[in-house]
Structures are given as structure tokens and as C-alpha cells.
């Protein structure tokens, strides 16, 4: 038996990119709905939360969708750079 790890397949590079840009904006778009249920809580849009509650929750769930668009796509595009060619 040898100890060799099996080789991967290749990787298209241009295949990878597109996936990632995929997947980043499919986050935003899913952090920009969060937001906006945040929004219509803290309006009171719902029977099931009213009152001071209602504007603390959707204000959390508002600042949780604020940095799912914002500040996560960014650390995941610092996190795929494409390391510079050496």
C-alpha cells in the first residue's frame, strides 16, 4: 500500500470565481431580507409581537440583516482573494 494522498481533479479557476460571486450575493440578498423583516417588526406589522418588544426585536434582527449585507460579503471576499502571483 502506498501513502500517497489521492490527487484532486483541477480546479477551473474561472469556475470557482463565479461560484463564490454566487454565493456572496446570494448572502446580501438574504441579509437584505432579514433586514427588512427586522423593519416591518419593529414597525409592528405582526399580531404576535407588539409594544417596546417589537421595536427591540426587529431592531436586533434589523442590525443582524445590516451586517449579513454589509460587513460578512466583505470578510469572505478578503477571505477568496486570489493570493498575488509570486
Excluded: Y
Excluded at 431580507?33 to 417589537?54: C, D, H, P, T, Y
Amino acid at each position: 500500500m502506498s501513502d500517497s494522498e489521492p490527487s484532486l481533479p483541477p480546479v477551473d479557476p474561472n469556475k470557482a470565481a463565479r461560484e463564490r460571486l454566487l454565493f456572496i450575493n446570494l448572502f446580501r440578498l438574504s441579509g437584505v431580507f432579514i433586514l427588512m423583516f427586522g423593519f416591518l417588526i419593529m414597525m409592528q406589522r405582526f399580531s404576535w409581537v407588539q409594544g417596546k418588544e417589537a421595536k427591540i426585536m426587529g431592531a436586533i434582527i434589523a442590525t443582524v440583516g445590516m451586517a449579513q449585507t454589509i460587513v460578512i460579503p466583505r470578510m469572505l471576499l478578503r477571505a477568496w482573494r486570489t493570493p498575488p502571483s509570486a
